[in-house]
């Protein structure tokens, strides 16, 4: 079965540098969310987009953007990179229909960032 | 605020032990539960979830979870782990939105 797919999986860049990471979530899924896992940590809501339109926003830095396009994939940019942004980058799709299909999120491989 | 908690950081167990992975959260309506397993190097992958009816949930990989209301409690079981149970396990509710619980490291030692 189709998974959610993220690209690229490994990113190394230098301070203040920007970044784009990808999210292709599941066929007919029509919301997606981003998370952050730092080392050791749990993941983090940073956005999620639903039917190309925000919906939701947690604490994902004013540095940071991201939009869904019109194939509902999206892309999460990063600018002004900083150390502590050297994480895991989780995406996740869902189909938002019935109460019983709410939020029962697919999760893509993540996008490994290191900033040196 | 929605809130989760998992009540362990780290467990550590034998091959063959029951495992029980407590998981709290504070909302007031209704939820949907979940647990996510992470494999060393992996991904998130979906164990089971909760959205109504027969408060005891079957997962895959012979885990399950019940959710008792009263408790605002959905803890994790398993009556006999394997080594390639160890893992991080999060517990995630869906109320208002989406919340991840801490994780809890579990090690099964061969």
């Known amino acids: 079965a189709a998974g959610v797919i993220q690209s690229p999986r490994h990113l190394i860049k230098e301070k203040r540098e920007t970044a784009t990471l990808k999210c292709y979530p599941i066929?007919?899924?029509?919301?997606v969310y981003w998370y952050q896992q730092g080392p050791g940590q749990d993941p983090q809501f940073l956005i999620s987009?639903?039917?190309?339109?925000?919906?939701d926003k947690g604490s994902i830095p004013d540095r940071f953007s991201a939009q869904q396009f019109s194939d509902y994939h999206s892309e999460l940019n990063m600018s002004s990179l900083e150390l502590g942004d050297s994480a895991l980058y989780f995406c996740a799709s869902s189909l938002r229909g019935s109460r019983e299909l709410v939020d029962t999120q697919y999760f893509g491989p993540g996008t490994r960032l290191t900033v040196l | 605020a929605q809130s989760v908690s998992q009540h362990n950081h780290h467990v550590i167990l034998s091959e063959a032990a029951s495992l029980e992975l407590g998981c709290n959260y504070s909302?007031?309506?209704?939820?949907?539960l979940f647990w996510y397993v992470q494999y060393p190097g992996q991904h998130l992958q979906l164990l089971l979830k909760y959205f109504s009816g027969d408060p005891l949930v079957k997962g895959i990989k012979g885990f399950e979870a019940e959710f008792i209301k009263s408790k605002f409690s959905f803890n994790l079981r398993k009556p006999s782990v394997q080594w390639s149970d160890t893992a991080e396990y999060f517990c995630a509710v869906y109320g208002q939105n989406f919340v991840f619980g801490p994780g809890t490291r579990l090690s099964v030692l061969p």
């Open positions: 987009f639903y039917e190309k339109m925000q919906s």
């Open positions: 066929p007919r899924h029509d919301t």
């Open positions: 909302y007031g309506g209704t939820v949907n």
